[in-house]
């Protein structure tokens, strides 16, 4: 009989997206994920967590490492900490959850696939949203058919960053960039309802060397630019279809969020967040408007994907956001900036199990 005890986890890296996104999410689900502690550099986030529900503050990575008690770790820190956090979990032989990028070099990624296989633990990562209720309808009738043969996707996540996030600097240098922070969304869209990439053609640059920040309490700080900030990228996928994606923090576009393109018609869906409702238009309509299906979260319910995570675990299945799909992605983006540098299109060559449909009931239900 599977254990069907929720998993005991521990939140490493305390900052607003634990706080207002994890933290809260994880709590609607107490059957699959017990938060046993927190642990962060700034023991006073930790410490704040921990006041809002029942936990451990733990006073190092070590300790929660060590803690025979943890099972698990969802891994919140800034980019540049995903791969040395998920790392050193996985090598304590703790099952890792990581937010996205999974790393911020390919080389990283296979690293941590490696260690979680050879440990034999699970091993997942953001984004979460193609566990969403609008994204699972529109992938199941893409299956049916529904819109004929999928032979191309578009995807598009920007905006000039600095005039809402106040520590837009660090997500414009250490390896970061729009690419690997925001391209997961459309990217984990488009390859869950596709399948794997294998070459790419890329455009990319930076437009604007130095930045100011517009928001947050550093507003009027001057920063400098050394990742690539603009840019397209086009996708063969090994099915046949090809892929547009628009990345940006220099300028905000109106190119669709999602679209995905079938010879009988089209559906157009959030790739980030569930409950917005579904268009769709076929060669004899124009776009129609549906609502989101019975119980969908509007927004992105960052809870889904470590409910998932822990039913994979009690129940021994793999998980659906699985590491191995984010290091495809990741790849896609490296080999996007390799083409731009280059100027000829390149092989993408990792791969990944492809994810099973939630189906009902649902692992969280």
């Given at each position: 009989m599977p254990d069907s005890k929720p998993v005991k986890t521990v939140i490493v890296g305390c900052g607003m997206i634990a706080s207002r996104g994890y933290q809260p999410r994880c709590q609607v689900y107490p059957h699959k994920i017990e938060l046993v502690g927190y642990y962060d550099q700034d023991i006073t986030r930790a410490e704040t967590l921990a006041q809002n529900a029942s936990g451990k503050v733990y006073q190092s990575l070590e300790d929660v490492l060590s803690d025979p008690n943890v099972e698990a770790i969802i891994n919140l820190t800034i980019h540049t900490g995903h791969y040395p956090v998920?790392?050193?979990g996985l090598t304590a032989g703790k099952h890792v959850y990581?937010?996205?990028p999974v790393a911020l070099r390919i080389e990283e990624a296979d690293q941590l696939v490696e260690t979680a296989d050879a440990m034999g633990v699970k091993f997942a990562?953001?984004?979460v949203a193609m566990l969403g209720s609008v994204q699972q309808n529109v992938w199941k009738r893409l299956r049916a058919g529904e819109i004929g043969e999928v032979v191309s996707a578009i995807g598009n996540f920007g905006g000039p960053i600095e005039y809402w996030h106040p520590t837009a600097d660090a997500f414009m240098s250490n390896g970061v960039g729009p690419f690997k922070d925001v391209a997961p969304y459309p990217l984990t869209a488009m390859t869950t309802m596709i399948g794997p990439v294998k070459r790419v053609y890329g455009l990319a640059r930076i437009t604007l060397p130095e930045r100011l920040l517009h928001a947050g309490p550093r507003a009027g700080t001057p920063y400098k630019v050394t990742e690539k900030d603009?840019?397209?990228g086009l996708l063969e996928f090994e099915t046949g279809a090809y892929g547009l994606l628009y990345h940006s923090w220099t300028a905000r576009s109106e190119?669709?969020?999602?679209?995905?393109?079938g010879t009988n018609g089209v559906?157009?869906?959030q790739a980030h967040d569930d409950g917005r409702g579904i268009r769709k238009c076929t060669p004899t309509s124009s776009w129609e408007v549906e609502d989101s299906p019975e119980g969908a979260y509007e927004g992105l319910d960052w809870g889904k994907g470590p409910?998932?995570?822990a039913d994979a675990i009690r129940n021994n299945r793999p998980v659906r956001c699985s590491g191995k799909h984010a290091r495809h992605v990741l790849e896609i983006c490296e080999r996007i900036f390799e083409s731009a540098d280059k100027g000829v299109p390149v092989d993408v060559t990792s791969r990944f199990?492809?994810?099973a449909p939630v189906g009902e009931p649902t692992p969280w239900s």
């Amino acid at each position: 009989m599977p254990d069907s005890k929720p998993v005991k986890t521990v939140i490493v890296g305390c900052g607003m997206i634990a706080s207002r996104g994890y933290q809260p999410r994880c709590q609607v689900y107490p059957h699959k994920i017990e938060l046993v502690g927190y642990y962060d550099q700034d023991i006073t986030r930790a410490e704040t967590l921990a006041q809002n529900a029942s936990g451990k503050v733990y006073q190092s990575l070590e300790d929660v490492l060590s803690d025979p008690n943890v099972e698990a770790i969802i891994n919140l820190t800034i980019h540049t900490g995903h791969y040395p956090v998920s790392l050193a979990g996985l090598t304590a032989g703790k099952h890792v959850y990581s937010e996205k990028p999974v790393a911020l070099r390919i080389e990283e990624a296979d690293q941590l696939v490696e260690t979680a296989d050879a440990m034999g633990v699970k091993f997942a990562c953001a984004p979460v949203a193609m566990l969403g209720s609008v994204q699972q309808n529109v992938w199941k009738r893409l299956r049916a058919g529904e819109i004929g043969e999928v032979v191309s996707a578009i995807g598009n996540f920007g905006g000039p960053i600095e005039y809402w996030h106040p520590t837009a600097d660090a997500f414009m240098s250490n390896g970061v960039g729009p690419f690997k922070d925001v391209a997961p969304y459309p990217l984990t869209a488009m390859t869950t309802m596709i399948g794997p990439v294998k070459r790419v053609y890329g455009l990319a640059r930076i437009t604007l060397p130095e930045r100011l920040l517009h928001a947050g309490p550093r507003a009027g700080t001057p920063y400098k630019v050394t990742e690539k900030d603009h840019g397209f990228g086009l996708l063969e996928f090994e099915t046949g279809a090809y892929g547009l994606l628009y990345h940006s923090w220099t300028a905000r576009s109106e190119i669709p969020p999602y679209e995905i393109h079938g010879t009988n018609g089209v559906f157009s869906i959030q790739a980030h967040d569930d409950g917005r409702g579904i268009r769709k238009c076929t060669p004899t309509s124009s776009w129609e408007v549906e609502d989101s299906p019975e119980g969908a979260y509007e927004g992105l319910d960052w809870g889904k994907g470590p409910a998932d995570f822990a039913d994979a675990i009690r129940n021994n299945r793999p998980v659906r956001c699985s590491g191995k799909h984010a290091r495809h992605v990741l790849e896609i983006c490296e080999r996007i900036f390799e083409s731009a540098d280059k100027g000829v299109p390149v092989d993408v060559t990792s791969r990944f199990p492809a994810p099973a449909p939630v189906g009902e009931p649902t692992p969280w239900s």
